[in-house]
């Protein structure tokens, strides 16, 4: 069942970035407190890596065990291991390398070198037996409930590696997929399907800047997931947009400024 959108709406990217990074403090916190442990799906782009850099700037983050985090991935680029492209190498140096994981928590989806070579297809399917291993009779398929899943929205309402129309988009069986012939460099990439998306307990999506400002309105505006993939990215308990005010100067009125505004 969709859980219907929250918009919270920021000054600036910045600002959004810092409360974002907060805000994931906070529910990890909380997460591990209640359960022991939290796992959270990290996104690539300027917005996530940006997050990722405010939370480590960020004094409140020894508040967090991070030995008992998992971090798994929404995409990745499939290029070889340490490429600067490659979504884990950025989150590493926004953040990863500095604080104490435990390394077998650190779900990387694999790489264009590592053990299926270049068959994307083969990697995919490794990254989707390894959210299936880690999912517990508690949850509620083949991935374990994510507490906190984010993903940045491309200027065309791409999220993690779904693009319009493409057929990752329409993947309803399979939790991760290959993807071939991106319309985004590089063209090939490992992605979770909006199943594995939605079995996420929170679902954020980081939106910033005026080229966003388009794709948010198509997306918060009934606009089907296919031709607008983030329109069909939510959360099982919670869907929030996390925005800064030039990605949302195009929202319909009845979305924002709110109504009762
Ligand atoms: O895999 C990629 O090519 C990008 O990482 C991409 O999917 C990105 O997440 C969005 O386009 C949002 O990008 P920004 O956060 O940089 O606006």
Redo the contacts with the bound molecule.
């Keep these: 069942m969709s859980t219907a959108p929250q918009l919270v709406v920021h000054r600036d990217k910045e600002l959004m970035a810092q409360a974002a990074a907060a805000r994931l403090i906070t529910r990890i916190v909380d997460a591990q407190a209640s359960r022991g442990s939290a796992s959270v799906v990290l ?8 997050l990722l850099a405010a939370l480590a700037a960020a004094p409140a983050r020894d508040a967090v065990d991070w030995s008992r985090l998992d971090l798994w991935w ?4 499939f290029l070889p291991e340490g490429d600067p ?1 490659r ?1 884990v190498t950025q989150a590493r140096e926004a953040l990863l390398d500095s604080v104490p994981l435990d390394p077998k928590r650190v779900h990387a989806m694999p790489a264009s070198d590592g053990p299926y070579g270049t068959d994307v297809d083969a990697a995919a399917a490794a990254y989707a037996e390894e959210l299936a291993r880690a999912a517990g009779p508690e949850n509620h398929g083949p991935v374990p409930t994510f507490d906190v899943l984010m ?6 309402t ?4 779904l693009f319009p129309e493409l057929p990752a988009v329409r993947e309803l069986d399979r939790t991760v997929v290959g993807v071939h012939g ?1 319309p ?3 063209p090939t ?1 490992v992605t979770l399907t909006l199943p594995a998306i939605r079995a996420a307990r929170e679902v954020w999506l ?4 005026e ?2 400002a388009q794709a948010a309105a198509i997306a918060l505006s009934g606009a089907g997931e296919i031709q607008a993939p983030a329109a069909g990215a939510y959360g099982r308990s919670r869907t929030l947009w996390l925005l800064d005010a030039a990605a949302a100067s195009q929202l319909p009125r009845s979305l924002y400024p709110p109504a009762s505004a």
């Design positions: 996104t690539g782009g300027r917005n996530g890596n940006g929404g995409d990745e680029r492209e979504n993903l940045g929205v491309g200027p065309d791409h999220v993690a590696s991106a985004k460099p590089p990439r980081l939106a910033a800047g080229d966003k």
